[in-house]
């Protein structure tokens, strides 16, 4: 159980279009959702956290007008990467929290989605 | 704020051999630890975590971490490392209070020769 799903594993886009990608949780209702950006040799940065129902919170530093995040369902979250530029490219991974899990629970991460913007 | 530090960027075991895996953190009051592993193209699987109590922390894998608060240090180990261990190793660390908020390091890419 706890299967977390990322669509799409990877995504070549030109710049200045914009790309969305999914976070499902396919096995249990995930009320907090996180998102990462792991540059290559780095480590995971947190860039926001995402409520069901509620407005994403963001880490600081992270534009809030580039990285569009809607958590819409417990099942759903994604993020959109808007106006996309070279600089955008990266491995973003989203994580989920089972709802009714205490916040120290273990967090269930999906594969990850490998974006190149060209 | 909170920090993890891991010194080794690779390591090169043979498949039999020890690993220890080092972590550093820096937090002002006992922390939460965690390490996990993630295989190329992959996300993170949690191998143990650390909250209190004991400090020899058992996981998957046959993994083990012992916790030192003298030295901020939450390695990881394994007394056999098997060819399939070969992976990336994360260390995070997260803020009592801070929901489930964590801070990873840069990461321990482990080489498993045959």
């Known amino acids: 159980g706890a299967v977390v799903s990322q669509h799409p594993s990877w995504v070549i886009c030109k710049s200045g279009t914009s790309v969305k990608i999914e976070c499902r949780s396919l096995?249990?209702?995930?009320?907090?959702m996180f998102w990462y950006r792991q540059f290559p040799k780095q480590s995971l940065m947190l860039m926001a956290t995402s409520n069901e129902g509620s407005k994403a919170t963001y880490e600081q530093g992270v534009e809030k007008d580039k990285f569009l995040i809607n958590h819409a369902s417990l099942t759903l979250s994604t993020l959109t990467v808007t106006s996309a530029h070279p600089e955008d490219s990266s491995f973003y991974i989203c994580s989920a929290q089972r709802g009714g899990e205490s916040y120290n629970s273990p967090l269930h991460f999906g594969n990850g989605t490998r974006l190149t913007v060209t | 704020a909170q920090s993890v530090t891991q010194p080794d960027i690779h390591i090169t075991v043979s498949e039999g051999a020890s690993l220890e895996l080092r972590c550093n953190y820096s937090y002002g009051a006992t922390p939460y630890l965690f390490w996990y592993v993630q295989s190329p193209g992959q996300g993170l699987q949690l191998l143990l975590k650390?909250?209190?109590?004991?400090?020899l922390v058992q996981g998957i894998k046959g993994f083990e971490a012992e916790f030192k608060r003298s030295q901020s240090s939450f390695n990881l180990r394994k007394p056999s490392v098997h060819w399939s261990d070969a992976a990336e190793y994360f260390c995070?660390?997260?803020?009592?209070?801070?929901?489930?908020?964590?801070?990873f390091g840069t990461g321990t890419q482990l080489k498993v020769e045959l």
């Open positions: 650390y909250f209190s109590g004991d400090t």
């Open positions: 096995d249990f209702q995930a009320t907090t």
């Open positions: 995070a660390v997260g803020a009592r209070g801070g929901g489930n908020k964590l801070t």
